[in-house]
């Protein structure tokens, strides 16, 4: 069963292309994370806040991610970070054309 993370923080850029430019590095990183099918990046310059929505293969690989990565963000100076974990209901998202 696949587990969706979601995970935002406060942030004050850099946003589109520059995030994209300044960013690459840890999208390629985050690419090889063990039980991660995709990420979808966020971003939301009006309100200050980034982040991402995670799909992982099983629970350990998105509860395991969420810690490294709340550690990480606190590190890179994040003053709080959100992250949430949710079972996918995989014959409704189908339905509603879930990249699954």
């Known amino acids: 069963m696949p587990y969706l ?11 589109g292309d520059e ?3 300044a960013l690459r590095g840890l999208a390629e990183s985050i690419a090889n994370e063990p039980g991660l099918i995709w990420k979808f990046w966020t971003e939301n ?5 980034a982040g991402g929505v995670y799909l ?36 409704l998202s189908l339905i509603d054309r879930a990249p699954l």
């Open 5 to 15: 993370l979601q995970v935002d923080f406060p942030y004050q850029g850099p946003w």
């Open 19 to 21: 995030m994209t430019s």
């Open 45 to 49: 310059p009006a309100a200050g806040e």
């Open 56 to 91: 992982f293969q099983d629970l350990p690989s998105a509860e395991a991610y969420l810690r490294m990565h709340t550690k990480r963000l606190t590190e890179f100076g994040a003053p709080v970070v959100n992250g949430k974990v949710f079972l996918v209901n995989e014959a």
